[in-house]
């Protein structure tokens, strides 16, 4: 195992975006120093870091070059080629652990692992090619589920990567979308709704774990995240114990995400996961402020060898995702409530379906709850 | 008035240092970009913004070139020269003020502004020259002081520029101090405790204040800061009606903190102003954690023209400076307490009386104070 980092040390950052940028300011907030490694020249974690590397993830010299000037390497998300912290895995310790990044970039190995870690998790049938679609959707349905989602192995976030199968008529389409690629058929999971697990796992093997926070989707992007999260007590001891197994059979340090679905009828009965991300997630940006050592600060913890934060937190919370361009809105939402605390991301250009920023309100801890809620 | 800023405008930055960084990461959560000017290479602030300006205050050139690259201009610390805000307010707003940092750096300036406020104040002499050290001390014994506090014009901070007196014996040596430069003899106030009042001010005139901290030096420099700082309520009322009028009469933008001591017998029964400083405080470091807003958030959007955020606070809090090698202590300080906050200031020499860094731990409000308390 490679030593403690020292203050002044480099946290080598693979990614320029929004959870870059927030490690990247975790780690100046703890004395050590980010260098990003990004391959877009208007990366926002370049503009809170001392001289980035803008190359693609494709040059090895680049890579060797940013490794040696670091003292350990992490990445701020799960589409870093596997080749690249191959290279980097030379030269210097990166954590996440490289298996961990490559179950999470192919939804095959996830299920594998899940299944693994013995793991409850959505029924599937692997779809190696477009004309093996149609059995397996006969398949899940002889074993009763309804309606499947059909899922690319690769590059899949914010909802992309899939499409809904409801019946046999939407087959074709699918096959035509799925080209040459393979994927897996997954049974629609009815669920009450989706939280997810945040936690941190030092070098030494301890772990943390962020209570979960229950989350919203708008065209499948996360729009909010908001803890307490309703999961009855017994449930969020399962969460904890199938995140930590998850770590423990991984090897894991730094920050985990792990989605889950609650499912029952009235009330929450069991928990199934969905997907896991290798890295600070969207659905933690909450303990920014909710928490005295966030997501970002426990991950910086983590892979510089440092010990972990408590992830207890000190207020209820809800935090939500601005939007493509409801971040236009951004003076009347600081104006409406003086306590919101916002998040801009530093993006130059506003996209649809791109996230531009968020913010986050408190409210004390086991407030009754707004009418609203 | 300038207009508003706009989400990826820059705001430029006079000073390097630890406040400079604070600011500089303050200014990127809200996705402003961060431009840092300062004379000093290794210059903490360096490492969190984007094409630092490492140049003396004294290069206009530098300096015209900086101001036109900003959208606004603030600084960090009370030495930047006033003609190099001269030059910069040619081209760009400076806030707070150019009449703010002219008070601040002259201790006469500053004991005019607060005869002019109708301040409560300690009593003092002007020693134009060491001559006049010995009437002016007779002076202020003869109503009623018993010893004083020989204070430079300039340059002081920390407890630098300054030599108490206690009796005749002391004049030839403060004397032989002073050498060819003015000066203030201060009566030495026989306080409780100092306290300070952080507070900011928008370009719209709305006005925040944060609750008082009290506080606690050693060797001159402040060791800790904690909220609630047991004044009573009337004296709070009191600090920040004090604090509002001096920013009014300055028509004052940005973030400003007022040293005060608490005078009485056993309980604080009045209060006098020791000091004003025209920027972010060390004093005000606790509102990272204990307030949704922030001190150097407050003092980014006053200075942007965006709307100030609440100053409320939702715990309890002490923030403890990390002075010279106490920063060696960092490993132990974080694995004894979890839920510790730990800021380390990038430094590459630790030097004695040097700030390194700082914690902050936070307890529920109202809770039972502590055996230490």
């Given at each position: 195992m490679s030593e403690r980092l020292a203050p002044g040390a480099t946290v080598g950052i693979l990614g320029g975006g929004q959870l870059g940028r927030m490690l990247a300011m975790a780690a100046a907030k703890l004395g050590l120093r980010a260098r990003v490694f990004a391959?877009?020249?208007?990366?926002?974690?370049f503009q809170v870091s001392e001289n980035p590397v803008c190359a693609p993830f494709e040059d090895i010299a680049a890579l060797r070059q940013f490794a040696g000037d670091c003292g350990v390497v992490t990445y701020e998300f799960e589409n870093v080629p596997a080749h690249s912290l191959a290279v980097i895995e030379e030269l210097r310790l990166v954590c996440p652990p490289r298996r961990a990044l490559v179950s999470a970039q192919d939804r095959l190995a996830e299920r594998r692992l899940l299944q693994a870690c013995q793991m409850p998790h959505a029924d599937f049938e692997f779809v190696?090619?477009?004309?093996a679609l149609e059995p397996a959707f006969a398949a899940l349905r002889g074993r009763g589920h309804i309606t499947a989602y059909l899922k690319k192995l690769r590059q899949g976030y914010d909802g992309k990567g899939q499409v809904h199968l409801k019946d046999d008529e939407d087959i074709a389409a699918a096959q035509d979308w799925l080209g040459r690629e393979a994927a897996i058929l997954e049974a629609a999971v009815p669920f009450l709704f989706e939280c997810s697990v945040i936690a941190a796992r030092s070098r030494h093997g301890d772990i943390v774990c962020y209570e979960p926070a229950r989350n919203t989707h708008t065209h499948g992007i996360l729009s909010e995240s908001r803890v307490p999260s309703g999961l009855p007590e017994r449930l969020i001891a399962d969460a904890f114990a199938m995140t930590r197994a998850i770590m423990e059979r991984l090897d894991y340090v730094g920050v985990i995400g792990v989605e889950m679905f609650a499912i029952g009828g009235s009330e929450p009965e069991s928990l199934v996961i969905n997907e896991i991300a290798p890295r600070v997630h969207n659905s933690g940006h909450w303990t920014l402020e909710a928490?005295?050592?966030?997501q970002f600060e426990n991950h910086i913890r983590a892979v510089a060898g440092w010990p972990l934060g408590s992830p207890e937190r000190h207020s209820d919370a809800r935090m939500v995702n601005l939007i493509g361009d409801e971040v236009d809105n951004w003076a009347a939402l600081l104006a409406e409530a003086p306590r919101r605390s916002l998040h801009l991301y530093g993006k130059a250009e506003t996209r649809p379906g791109r996230k531009m920023g968020h913010y986050c309100d408190l409210t004390p801890l086991n407030h009754p709850p707004s009418a609203e809620s």
């Open positions: 391959p877009e020249a208007d990366s926002p974690a190696a090619e477009a004309g928490c005295m050592v966030s």
